[in-house]
């Protein structure tokens, strides 16, 4: 079964910084969504990108598609210190969904 | 309810005792999907349900799991003789109708420690 791989594994900066998380994966897909974990939490969902698309805004979140090489990016602009979590990407194929072991991204105030 | 509930959020159990959890969707989701989160890391795909059948269960383990759906009842996940290796965060998640591709409802985890 597909599974995201997201890089880097963990990721610290500034309040203010923009932050960048890759994904790739091996199948080809039906969609690639993107969640937020917070400590002690479940999984929110933040954003699905389908296979036919290449870019996704949602407020402060970009996300890219390139199913050519199997990878996606999430980029966060402006980030917040409310924006600490861990965050995963999410392969859908036609009838599941896999998903990767995630990025803990710190942001520091 | 409006949000996926799960019970209970922290459960200890000596090793080789029977583990229950419990998952009671979102009313009206007809689709359930039970994972595994072990150390904070991947989601471990385990089984889903389409209401009451099984849809998926391609990730549980052959032995010790079982899991139900039944009407007007939570959905439960049953481990039998736990081993330590089971200790983790098991999280319950639910979408309204379709196929597995859409984004899933979570509910908040129930904590399983084997001691």
């Known amino acids: 079964s597909q599974q995201g791989e997201e890089d880097p594994q963990a990721l610290s900066i500034q309040e203010g910084e923009n932050a960048t998380m890759n994904c790739s994966y091996k199948?080809?897909?039906?969609?690639l969504q993107w969640y937020r974990q917070n400590s002690g939490r479940g999984l929110v969902h933040l954003i699905l990108i389908r296979s036919n698309e290449r870019e996704k805004h949602s407020g402060r979140l970009r996300v890219t598609l390139d199913t050519s090489k199997k990878s996606s990016s999430l980029l966060i602009t402006a980030s917040r210190a409310a924006d600490t979590a861990s965050y995963f990407c999410?392969?859908?194929?036609?009838?599941?969904?896999?998903f990767g072991a995630g990025t803990r991204l710190t942001v520091k105030p | 309810g409006e949000e996926v509930a799960q019970t209970p959020k922290h459960l200890v159990r000596g090793e080789g005792q029977k583990a229950k959890l419990y998952c009671a969707p979102i009313?009206?989701?007809?689709?359930v999907f039970w994972y595994q989160q072990v150390l904070k890391n991947e989601f471990k795909f385990l089984i889903s349900?389409?209401?009451?059948?099984?849809?998926?269960e391609t990730g549980m383990p052959k032995e010790r799991f079982s899991a139900k759906c039944l009407p007007n009842s939570p959905c439960s996940l049953e481990i039998q003789a736990t081993k330590l290796e089971d200790s983790a965060v098991y999280f319950c998640?639910?979408?309204?109708?379709?196929?597995?591709?859409?984004?899933?409802?979570f509910g908040d985890g129930t904590r399983l420690s084997i001691l």
């Open positions: 999410a392969t859908a194929g036609y009838n599941d969904m896999r």
């Open positions: 998640a639910s979408i309204p109708s379709g196929t597995g591709v859409q984004p899933q409802h």
């Open positions: 199948t080809s897909i039906n969609n």
């Open positions: 349900f389409q209401n009451e059948n099984v849809f998926d």
């Open positions: 009313k009206g989701h007809s689709y």
